[in-house]
C-alpha cells in the first residue's frame, strides 16, 4: 500500500473554535475546543497518520482523505505509520526506519509536517491515560524536531463495545475525556471527533439509521470492532471538514471495501451504493468538526 500520496489544488483554510458537548457524568456542560493553526507553507501541505487498525483496517482514513482532497482539488501529501494492534510506542519501533527518516525530513518554510492525526491504541486510550500522556508526548517530540509548529489532532476514540452494551455511553465519555487532556498539554493541538461523529450516527443524528438488516452499518467485528464502509466514510469527512472546515463534494466513487468476508477486498464502489446514507453521515460529520 502507498505510504505517500500526492493530490493537487489550491488549499484554502479557515479556522473556528467549536463548542464541545460533554454527558461526563451524564451532566452536560460546554467545553471549547480550538483547532490548531497549521504554519505557513512554501509548497504543498503535508499531513502523517499515526496509529494502527483504527486508522487502517477494513477501510483505510488515509486513503479516503486522499480521495476526498483530490475530489475537493485540495494539494496535500499524505504519510502514515500504521501498525495493527498495537500502541504508539510499538507502532513507532515496527515503524523506526520509515520513521526517523520521515522526522529527519526538513522543508525550507521550517516545517516539514503541516499536519499529524495521532490515534493511540484504545485499550491505552481509555484505560491508561499516563501511558497515553507519555505516548503521545514521545511521539510530538519527535516529530517537533523539524516541524516545530505543525497542528497536531488527537484521534478521539470509539468505545470497543457494542453501541447496545451498558459500558458504551461511560466508555464515550471517558475516552472523551482523556482525549481532552491530553490534547491539553500539547503544542498546537486539537481534537478529531471520531469517537462524538460515531456516537451522534448511532443515535440517529440527521435521521441515519445505523441497523441495515439488523446489522451494524458503522462498524464490525468480534473482539475488536473497526469501521467499515459507513463509518470509514464518515471518518473521512470528518477530517476533511475539521481541516479546511467546510463541507467537501463527495466523489461519486470511492475505495470501499466489498465485505468483511476473507475473500473480501477494496476497490471502487459507487457511493450512492456502497454508502447507506451519505447525506446525513456528511451532516454528522460537518457537525462534529
Do not use: W
Amino acid at each position: 500500500m502507498k505510504k505517500h500520496i500526492l493530490i493537487f489544488s489550491i488549499i484554502a483554510i479557515f479556522y473556528s473554535c467549536n463548542k464541545y458537548t460533554s454527558t461526563e457524568n451524564h451532566v452536560g456542560f460546554e467545553k471549547n475546543i480550538p483547532h490548531p493553526k497549521p504554519p505557513k507553507n512554501s509548497g504543498p501541505p503535508r499531513i502523517l497518520f499515526i496509529g494502527n487498525s483504527q486508522t487502517e483496517y477494513f477501510v483505510s482514513a488515509p486513503i479516503m482523505f486522499a480521495e476526498f482532497c483530490r475530489a475537493n482539488n485540495k494539494r496535500m501529501y499524505v504519510d502514515q505509520l500504521i501498525t495493527v494492534g498495537v500502541a504508539l510506542p510499538t507502532v513507532y519501533s515496527t515503524n523506526k526506519t520509515e520513521a526517523n527518516q520521515n522526522f529527519s525530513n526538513q522543508d525550507k518554510d521550517g516545517n516539514y509536517y503541516d499536519y499529524v492525526i495521532i490515534q493511540e491504541a484504545t485499550p491505552v486510550a481509555l484505560f491508561e491515560v499516563d501511558n497515553y500522556k507519555a505516548n503521545v508526548k514521545m511521539i510530538v517530540e519527535k516529530i517537533h524536531k523539524n516541524s516545530p509548529d505543525v497542528a497536531v489532532y488527537i484521534y478521539q476514540g470509539i468505545p470497543p463495545v457494542a453501541y447496545t452494551d451498558s459500558d458504551y455511553l461511560e466508555y464515550h465519555n471517558k475516552m472523551r475525556k482523556n482525549a481532552i487532556s491530553i490534547m491539553g498539554f500539547i503544542k498546537n493541538a486539537g481534537l478529531l471527533r471520531v469517537g462524538d461523529a460515531v456516537k451522534d450516527a448511532y443515535d440517529g443524528k440527521n435521521g441515519y439509521k445505523y441497523l441495515v438488516g439488523n446489522k451494524d452499518n458503522l462498524r464490525y467485528g468480534k473482539q475488536t470492532l473497526h469501521l467499515i464502509n459507513d463509518g470509514g466514510f464518515m471518518q473521512a469527512i470528518l477530517l476533511y471538514s475539521t481541516i479546511f472546515d467546510t463541507k467537501p463534494i463527495i466523489p461519486k466513487k470511492l475505495l470501499l471495501i466489498t465485505g468483511t468476508g476473507y475473500y473480501d477486498s477494496m476497490r471502487k464502489q459507487e457511493v450512492a451504493k456502497a454508502i447507506s446514507n451519505p447525506n446525513a453521515l456528511n451532516e454528522i460529520a460537518f457537525s462534529n468538526r
